[in-house]
Each structure stands twice: as C-alpha cells, then as structure tokens.
C-alpha cells in the first residue's frame, strides 16, 4: 500500500534551517510528484512547492522562494524540504503530498511534521 | 484578497445538505479552473476528495462516497462542495484549491459542523 512516512518533530532556533524527511513506499517513486503544505496551528493549507522525482525539477510558492529548497534521493526513495532563516512564523505542521503530475490529486499524504521554532 | 474566499464556518443537520461554496476573487474566472476539495479532520492530514471543472471534467477520490459532489455557479463565479445525507463523520474542515499563476493556492477552509 502506499505510504508517505516523515521524519519526526524537531525544535530550532529563530535562525536556524530545517530539512524535513518524507520516505515513499508502495509505488514507483518516480512516477508522482512531491508537493509541501504547511498548516499552523488553527490555520488553513499553505502550500509551499512542488518537485519531480524523476527529474528532480522544483518549483515555490512566491512566498518561499529563495528560502525552501526540495530535493530528493531516489535511491532511498526519500523527498525533502529544506526551509532556512526560521522564524516564529515558521512554527507549524508540514506535510508532503503526492500527486498525480499536472494534477492536484494530492491523493496521498505523510502524516506531517511539527517544527517548533523557539 | 484572497485568490479563494471560504465561510469560516457553516453548520448543518444530520441527514441534510450542506453546500460549501469557494469563491473566486474578481478577474479569476472559475470556468477555466479545475477546483480541488479537500476535507480535513482533526489531528489527520488531508484528504483528496474530488475535483470539478464542469460536467464532463470532473473526477471522485478514491474511496469517496458519491455523496460528494462538485459543481460551479458562474454567475457568482465559485465552487460548490456538496455533500448530502451529512453524517458525524463529516464533520471536518473542507478546503479548496485551484492552480494559477504556476502556484497551487488553497482557500482559508470552511469548518462544517453537523449537529
């Protein structure tokens, strides 16, 4: 079955950056793109970018560009997000997403990743 | 304002419907977007439940019971979410979402409660 499985919460300092984890199982893991959606707490989705493994192409939200960086290791069928210069602001869940390409079935997701900034 | 505009919150009765509407901001035309819904409970990720662009360009999640629907109302130039014979466990925040501008933007979520 498919999986998306993230890395565990983590702490940092305003300054600091993050790199958050998400491991695909159950599917050709070039075959979906990776999107990152973020939802403070009590907030609404904000999507951040997305990515294609096969390529490793990356394209940001306007708001996150130059700061969020998406990467991938297809040999361990792993995405990544990579966010720096946290701020208070930045304190929320993050979650990956994949979907369909050209799509916005975002028809599984990882079950997210709190980063506290603090 | 806002790309997507949603009520905040909209509340319903067991067995009714509910019609979750997402609006376009002005020179956004909704006919030439396909909108995505999602419903969101609390503590979970996301779901995938649909989307809509019109009558022969629609498509179901997987899994999703036919009871929810999209459609479109141009003159008011939204989306409609619809979901009949509500039940408790559709309570949950309902978002939606459309591509434009090479970004994919989600409007704030409408909270349903069904009491």
């Known amino acids: 079955q498919v999986q998306l499985v993230q890395s565990g919460a983590e702490v940092k300092k305003p300054g600091a950056s993050v790199k958050v984890s998400c491991k695909a199982s159950?599917?050709?893991?070039?075959?979906?793109?990776f999107n990152w959606v973020r939802q403070a707490t009590g907030q609404g989705l904000e999507w951040m970018g997305w990515m294609n493994p096969n390529s490793g192409q990356a394209g940001y939200a306007p708001k996150f560009q130059g700061r969020v960086t998406l990467t991938r290791d297809t040999s361990i069928r792993t995405a990544y997000m990579e966010l720096t210069s946290l701020t208070s602001e930045d304190t929320a869940v993050y979650f990956c997403a994949r979907n369909i390409r050209d799509t916005g079935n975002f028809d599984f997701w990882g079950q997210g990743t709190l980063v506290t900034v603090s | 304002q806002a790309v997507l505009t949603q009520p905040s919150s909209l509340s319903a009765s067991p067995g009714a419907s509910a019609s979750l509407t997402c609006t376009l901001r002005s020179g956004v035309n909704v006919d030439t977007y396909r909108l995505y819904w999602f419903q969101q409970r609390p503590g979970s990720p996301p779901q995938y439940l649909l989307r809509?662009?019109?009558?022969?360009?629609?498509?179901?999640g997987s899994g999703v019971p036919s009871r929810f629907s999209g459609s479109k109302v141009t003159s008011a130039n939204a989306g409609i979410l619809l979901i009949s014979g509500l039940q408790s466990e559709d309570e949950a925040d309902y978002y939606c979402?459309?591509?434009?501008?090479?970004?994919?933007?989600f409007g704030g979520g409408t909270k349903l409660t069904v009491l």
């Open positions: 159950g599917y050709t893991f070039t075959s979906y793109d």
């Open positions: 979402m459309i591509w434009h501008n090479s970004a994919w933007v």
């Open positions: 809509y662009k019109s009558d022969s360009d629609w498509q179901q």
